[in-house]
């Protein structure tokens, strides 16, 4: 939202400060500046300029020679190519040695074999605009010399406010002002202009005024209308005041009336929409929803199809305005326009924003209904355009203006607990603090009971304001975030522990974290053939449904990855799976695992390894996965789940009842979009359980006191018996005197018979309450040997 500083301090009381001053005072309030145009720097060797004399160029045809009178006390002849200069006419100029705002310095010049000493400047050299087919013509009486900044008010500098979607009221100048400061009673005097008395007619549905029929059929898509009857304007161009101000901030004007509605746009945030009154059929004004296959071409010359859905207004035949969006080309005013009826009107945001996308129009007035405009604002905005329109383009007001008023709107009120504000800030604040700190921004405490302040809110903020803890939000942005204290106040830790899955996640993410991998977040949105469940308003028709797998995404990443010469990538990601089938007609929603790997064994380091990562490593990965995810998890070969890998160099996961709860394996070459010197990418996909088992209380263990006893075991085990067996029932047999059991080392050759090997075994046994003797610790040892000799028929060696 670009900001006038001269016309935010029309209405703000005092001074804004330095324009660093304000910038950061609306950082701080949640809106920060993102650009700054200063008109004071650039435009500061510019002067008024009159042409005495505008003769042609005897040698180019659509050059002028002309000599101006710059204020210096002596005449100035200046070459122009601008067809409407003329003589008598005052001009911006800018002489010899001054620099335009884009830097280009001007010199003199010698064009057609005749020197210019300076220039007359268009709107555009100026950053005014982009009209270039013309210098800017001044109206009215200006002394030539006079700065160009101040003759027409531009000694001004122009904020890029960033503005946040549920902040409407800030698409206005006084809404920024309430931001920076105190507000000024009533609206700044304009030049030329007076208030416009008028009566309101109010009816709910239907009602007539000077012979024009207002209709409102659509009380749910509009909460009042007002129109207003102005009979024998003139159409021309703007005052210099009303033309320049909308200038600096982007606007192009077009006529005293429609100027008019867009200052106020500018203003107060409300738009307003002016019919040429001849033009109405009936003549009657009607809202209502669009007729299906309904056509109407807009302002901007474009034919649009309408539907059902659609708000529109009406007269008695056809649709003469996208309601809160654009209206229709055939009835706007024009300079042949005498009889105007304007319209001001609050529409409901869903409507105008369903309406906007689906035509694909972009517009003012539907950027600020879509956000919600003041739901009371609607007749101050009215006089207000009526106060311009009068003064700059005559005509005369019918003193009764139409008031249809389905839905009226009333100031919400909340209850706001004093105790509750200090729980959420951590720092108390006394009720007659709340009220100097939400008053400026339009609140009113209207009540106290105790603890408990009633807290009114203003129409302006009725979409954002809804709750207490939005109240609060408020009192800590105007109290200040940098003014709280920076110690952490006492608080209770919260008793209700996180859900199982949570915990099996962090516990997965530090695994993942410890074998180098980083975790990605990735859009659900996918293109159709990805997934099922459609969206019925999706960003991209490219990408109109929700994944079925989570793989095919982590792929694009991979691939940008590689794009871009970063071989070794290893990601991760959690996220949702959706297919069709949920209750209530929903889709089934199942959490998910996904890993995408592609390069070296291990993450890149002067001692790791550099060979690549293969289909064993994979295997190692998802053996040491599983079992976290899904107790008694085992792993074989196979291809499941629907994820895009080789079937032939894949593996599946099942759980303990048997069922497929993952897959993983080398990702087929037609899924992913690898650089020649790319070698095999790898993926995984693992469901995670819905209702997981709890994480075990963490305990502390106390250190041992005692000293613990080793012994080593070589044992001929036959090459069937999985090491793992041997380990776990030796730690079975040895009691609980048997601390740790595992292999460190493997022979096979010579000295050992054929289909055996020989493991090397370490155990460590330990009391809590003693030294254990060496008998106690060789009769642990000889249950051991009996318990491995008879389940797996295993020796030991030189026993």
């Keep these: 939202m670009n900001i006038s500083i001269r016309w935010l301090s029309d209405f703000v009381e005092g001074d804004l400060g330095s324009l660093e001053e304000l910038t950061e005072r609306l950082a701080l309030s949640g809106f920060p500046v993102e650009g700054i145009q200063d008109f004071r720097q650039g435009l500061s060797d510019i002067v008024v300029g009159r042409v005495l004399e505008a003769q042609p160029h005897p040698d180019a045809d659509r050059l002028k020679l002309c000599r101006v009178d710059a204020g210096t006390g002596e005449e100035l002849q200046v070459i122009c190519g601008a067809p409407n200069a003329r003589s008598g006419g005052i001009y911006p100029f800018i002489p010899v040695g001054g620099v335009l705002p884009d830097g280009m310095k001007i010199r003199k010049a010698k064009i057609r074999g005749t020197h210019s000493f300076g220039m007359l400047c268009s709107a555009r050299e100026m950053g005014l605009g982009q009209e270039h087919d013309g ?41 920024v002002a309430r931001e920076v400061g105190s507000v000024r009673e009533g609206l700044p005097s304009l030049p030329g202009t007076t208030p416009v008395p008028f009566e309101l007619r109010s009816a709910p549905d239907r009602l007539e ?34 033309r320049l101000r909308l200038r600096a901030i982007g606007a192009r004007p077009i006529n005293n009336v429609v100027d008019a509605t867009n200052y106020v746009l500018f203003e107060l945030g409300q ?54 969006i654009m209206g229709e080309l055939e009835t706007s005013v024009t300079e042949e326009t005498v009889d105007l ?36 604002g609607q007749e101050r905005a009215l006089a207000r355009v009526l106060e311009i329109i009068l003064a700059t383009a005559g005509g005369e007001l019918h003193p009764v203006v139409g008031d249809l008023h389905p839905r009226p709107w009333s100031d919400p009120e909340i209850a706001l607990r004093l105790s509750r504000v200090e729980h959420l800030l951590g720092v108390p604040f006394e009720a007659e603090r709340i009220g100097e700190l939400l008053t400026p921004l339009g609140f009113e405490v209207v009540g106290a009971d105790g603890d408990v302040l009633t807290v009114r809110v203003p129409g302006w903020r009725g979409a954002d304001v809804t709750r207490e803890v939005d109240l609060i939000e408020e009192i800590a942005r105007r109290h200040g975030y940098d003014a709280f204290p920076a110690t952490l106040g006492t608080f209770r830790p919260g008793t209700v522990p996180d859900h199982p899955l949570f915990h099996l996640e962090d516990e997965t993410r530090r695994w993942m974290a ?17 997934g099922e469940v459609e969206l019925n308003n999706p960003l991209s028709t490219k990408e109109p449904v929700l994944r079925r797998e989570i793989l095919p995404s982590l792929l694009r990443r991979v691939e940008y990855n590689l ?18 089938g949920g209750p209530d007609g929903l889709p089934l929603e199942e959490p998910r695992l996904a890993v995408a790997i592609h390069g070296a064994r291990d993450p890149g380091h002067w001692s790791a390894s550099t060979e690549g990562f293969d289909i064993w490593d994979l295997k190692g ?25 080789n079937p032939h160099l894949a593996l599946v996961v099942k759980n303990a009842h048997g069922e497929v709860v993952g897959c993983g394996g080398v990702v087929a070459d037609a899924s992913v979009d690898l650089p020649p ?96 003797t060496d008998e106690e610790v060789e009769k642990a040892l000889d249950r051991i040997v009996v318990r491995l000799r008879e389940e797996f028929g295993v020796e030991v060696r030189g026993g």
């Excluded at 794009?563 to 069709?580: H, I, M, P």
């Excluded at 006191?705 to 041997?726: F, K, M, N, Y």
Aim: net charge negative; glycine share 10%.
């Design 677 to 772: 010197w790319a070698g095999s990418v790898f993926g995984i996909e693992l469901r995670l359980p819905a209702d997981p088992a709890p994480a075990p209380a963490i305990r502390a263990t106390p250190l041992p006191t005692h000293p613990a006893s080793e012994r080593d075991l070589a044992l001929l085990v036959a090459d069937e018996v999985p090491a793992a067996s041997i380990v776990s029932a030796a730690r079975d047999a040895g009691g609980r005197l048997l601390e740790e059991a595992g292999v460190f080392d493997l022979y096979a050759g010579e000295g050992v018979p054929e289909g055996h090997r020989s493991l090397a075994l370490r155990f460590r046994f330990q009391a809590e309450d003693r030294t254990l």
């Design 209 to 242: 005024v000077d012979g024009v029929t207002f209709v409102h059929e659509a009380p749910e898509d509009s909460r009042r209308f007002l129109g207003a009857i102005v009979r024998g304007v003139k159409v021309g161009p703007s005052p210099d005041w009303l």
């Design 563 to 580: 794009a871009r010469g970063n071989r070794d990538v290893r990601l991760y990601e959690f996220a949702t799976s959706f297919r069709k």
């Design 271 to 324: 738009p307003t929409h002016a019919y040429d009154l001849a033009k109405l059929h009936g003549p009657e004004i009607r809202v209502r929803r669009a007729r299906a296959g309904e056509e109407v071409t807009t302002l901007d010359g474009e034919a649009r199809t309408l539907t059902s859905e659609m708000l529109v207004i009406a007269d008695a035949d056809r649709t003469v305005d996208i309601a809160g």
């Design 341 to 376: 009826l304007l319209e001001c009107a609050h529409f409901e945001p869903g409507g105008v924003r369903m309406t906007k996308k689906a035509l694909g129009i972009q517009s003012d007035a539907g950027y600020r209904f879509e956000r919600f405009v003041d739901a009371g």
């Design 135 to 175: 210098i800017l013509e001044l109206s009215g009486e200006y002394a030539p010399g006079t700065p160009f900044l101040e003759a027409v008010g531009l000694d001004d500098a122009i904020l890029d406010v960033e503005v946040t979607a549920n902040r409407g009221d800030l698409l206005s100048h006084i809404g």
């Design 621 to 645: 990965w998802l053996e040491a996965l599983a079992p976290r995810l899904w107790p008694g998890a085992t792993v074989e070969p196979g291809s499941d789940l629907g994820i895009p890998v």
């Design 514 to 530: 410890g074998v180098g991998a980083w975790e990605a977040q990735t859009p659900a949105f996918v293109p159709a053939e990805q």
